[in-house]
């Protein structure tokens, strides 16, 4: 069974850094490209790509609200993929899940998200 | 930037179809993908690459993409299909998501 498990959100001052993990298993996680995608809290509908990565990291996209704050990584060995958030506005609370990606521009597995507040 | 254009709201009787439209430049050069979304859930894959269905999803939802719209179909709509539906697109190195929907089966 495909699991995808993220952990790391929580209660951040503005300007602050936070670093999401996700871990997976009931897959070959190094065969699979994978995603970050946010969800703002309360605000009704509304989802938010947030970064991408090939299977070896030869390949790193961001959405343009991201980049130069966010980097996203993984570790094929650990299976484990990374989120590493800097400078944090109040507009990035959110709920932030990771992704599979299928083989041709869609994620068919998500996790159950993790919370991120930023707020003094 | 690409943007992607959803109804914020579809209502439908049970045992009715319920459609969902996806608009954006160019789409049906792009394939397309659709995620139903219940409150407190994550975001569930019910189509992709425009008309194909996961395991598991019901026969009742279809989808097809042509021209500048792609168009979601909930064919006899049951009382659980009432979640929010996003439809996402890749363009230029970016992922894309709908402005979302809202299904409420009256």
């Known amino acids: 069974e495909v699991q995808l498990v993220e952990s790391g959100g929580g209660l951040v001052k503005p300007g602050g850094s936070l670093r999401l993990s996700c871990a997976a298993s009931?897959?070959?996680?190094?065969?699979?490209?994978m995603n970050w995608v946010r969800q703002a809290p309360g605000k009704g509908l509304g989802l938010e790509w947030v970064s991408s990565i090939s299977s070896t990291s030869s390949y790193i996209y961001y959405a343009d609200s991201m980049k130069g704050r966010f980097t996203i990584s993984r570790d094929n060995a650990k299976n484990s993929l990374y989120l590493q958030m800097n400078s944090l506005r109040a507009e990035d609370t959110a709920v932030y899940y990771c992704?599979?990606?299928?083989?041709?521009?869609?994620?068919?597995?998500w996790g159950q998200g993790t919370l991120v507040t930023v707020s003094s | 930037s690409y943007e992607l254009t959803q109804p914020p709201s579809v209502s439908v009787s049970p045992g009715q179809t319920a459609s969902i439209t996806c608009s954006g430049d160019?789409?049906?050069?792009?394939?397309v993908c659709w995620y139903q979304q219940k409150p407190g859930q994550s975001p569930v894959l019910v189509i992709y690459?425009?008309?194909k269905r996961p395991s598991g999803i019901p026969e009742r939802f279809s989808g097809s993409n042509s021209g500048s719209t792609a168009t979601l179909t909930i064919s006899g709509t049951q009382a659980m299909d009432e979640a929010d539906y996003y439809c996402?697109?890749?363009?230029?190195?970016?992922?894309?998501f709908g402005t979302g929907t809202k299904v409420t089966v009256l």
């Open positions: 992704a599979r990606e299928g083989v041709e521009n869609y994620f068919d597995y």
């Open positions: 009931g897959f070959t996680f190094s065969s699979y490209s």
């Open positions: 996402q697109a890749w363009d230029s190195s970016t992922y894309v």
């Open positions: 160019r789409l049906g050069d792009k394939y």
């Open positions: 690459q425009d008309t």
